[in-house]
C-alpha cells in the first residue's frame, strides 16, 4: 500500500487519487488520507469520480425533501451547513462543494453521508456493522446503534488476536455462484477505527496512530489499520447485534430466531431512513430476509452499569474462535 502524508491538504498535490472502498475504486480530486490506495493505481479504471465543484440546487432534485437533503433513486443532495454540499448521481459521480469547514469535516460527511448514498445508488447492502476476519478467512460482523460500542470492541477484538475487517459500515452482497441468496459476502469500507479520547485512554490504542481528529470540536480520534486491511469480498460467519442492557446485571449471548434476526439486522442497515425515498425498499427486505434466514445472528448484551468491556470482548471471542485463548 502507498503511504498518503498527513499534511497533505485537500488539493494540493497532483490528483486525481485513486482510492479502493466498498469494493470500488475511486478517481478523487480530493487527498483522503482515511481510504486506502492500492499499490499499482496507474492504468487502473474507476467506478466512481469524486471532485470539487458547484452542486445543483436542492430544489432540483424530484424525490424526498427534507429541511438539509433531498434524494431520490439517482440523486443525492445533502447540505453540511458552514461545512460543505454534497452532490451524489447515478452511483458514478460525488460533487462536493467547500463551504468553509476544516478538511477533516468535510472528509468526515463525505465518508459518512455521500458515500452510503453512493452504496444505496449501486444497488449495495449498506450495513451499520464494525467486524473482524476470523482464522479461517470469515468474517463475523457486529452491528449496533451509534454509541453502542462497536469500535471499542473492534479495538478490543484485535488486541484478542482478531484481524480487523471495517469498522461502522460494510456492504452485503449474495454469492451469485452458490445461488438462492443462501451465502452472503462482506465488503469492507476503509481502514480506520473510530475511538473516543477516553477509550484511547482506558485501553492504550496506539497514541501516533490516533492523532488525527475526526471532527476538531469532538473529542474521537481514528486509528488506521491500513497495513492489516483486506479489500477482498470475505464470506460473512456470522452477525453479533450489540446490546448495551439497562437492566441487566450479566453478559448473555443467544442465537436468535429467523424472525427475530431480520427485525435485528433489518433495523441496524446503514442509513435506513433513506430506504423508501430511494427506492431499494422491495431489494432491502428481499436481502435481509435471505440474510437472516441463512446467517446465524446472536443477541449480545452487556449490562450497562458495569465496566464489563473486557469481559464482553472475551465472551464474543469465544463465539468467533472457539476453544482459543483471548
Request: aromatic letters at 10%; charged letters at 20%.
Amino acid at each position: 500500500m502507498r503511504n498518503i502524508d498527513p499534511e497533505m491538504t485537500l488539493v494540493n498535490s497532483p490528483a486525481p487519487f485513486i482510492y479502493q472502498a466498498f469494493g470500488l475504486i475511486l478517481s478523487s480530486e480530493i487527498v483522503f488520507p482515511e481510504l486506502f490506495m492500492p499499490d499499482s493505481p496507474a492504468g487502473i479504471s474507476s467506478d466512481v469520480s469524486i471532485r470539487l465543484g458547484k452542486a445543483p440546487a436542492k430544489e432540483s432534485i424530484t424525490g424526498t425533501q427534507k429541511p438539509f437533503s433531498a434524494y431520490n433513486a439517482t440523486e443525492f443532495w445533502f447540505l453540511k451547513p458552514g461545512i460543505a454540499l454534497y452532490y451524489v448521481k447515478e452511483g458514478r459521480e460525488i460533487v462536493i462543494e467547500l463551504l468553509g469547514g476544516s478538511e477533516e469535516e468535510v472528509r468526515l460527511f463525505f465518508l459518512s453521508n455521500a458515500l452510503g448514498a453512493l452504496l444505496y445508488q449501486r444497488d449495495l447492502i449498506p450495513l451499520h456493522a464494525s467486524g473482524v476476519i476470523t482464522a479461517s478467512g470469515d468474517v463475523y460482523l457486529f452491528t449496533a446503534p451509534s454509541r453502542t460500542g462497536k469500535s471499542t470492541l473492534l479495538y478490543m477484538l484485535t488486541q484478542m488476536g482478531c484481524r480487523p475487517f471495517t469498522d461502522d459500515v460494510c456492504v452485503l452482497q449474495p454469492d451469485e455462484q452458490e445461488g438462492a441468496e443462501t451465502a452472503f459476502y462482506a465488503t469492507a469500507s476503509y481502514p480506520v477505527m473510530k475511538l473516543w479520547g477516553e477509550t484511547i485512554k482506558k485501553f492504550e490504542a496506539d497514541a501516533p496512530q490516533a492523532q488525527r481528529k475526526l471532527r476538531p470540536d469532538i473529542d474521537k480520534y481514528g486509528v488506521n489499520f491500513h497495513h492489516a486491511f483486506d479489500t477482498s469480498p470475505l464470506k460473512v460467519k456470522g452477525i453479533i447485534i450489540l446490546e448495551a442492557d439497562k437492566a441487566g446485571k450479566e453478559i448473555s449471548i443467544e442465537k436468535l430466531s429467523a424472525l427475530d434476526a431480520f427485525r435485528a439486522v433489518e433495523k441496524n442497515v446503514y442509513r435506513r431512513h433513506w430506504v423508501e425515498g430511494m427506492g431499494k425498499g422491495i431489494a432491502h427486505f428481499r436481502h435481509v430476509g435471505a440474510l437472516a434466514n441463512n446467517i446465524p445472528v446472536y443477541l449480545a448484551k452487556r449490562p450497562v452499569q458495569q465496566d464489563t468491556i473486557r469481559t464482553f470482548a472475551g465472551a464474543i471471542h469465544q463465539v468467533i474462535a472457539p476453544g482459543q485463548e483471548a
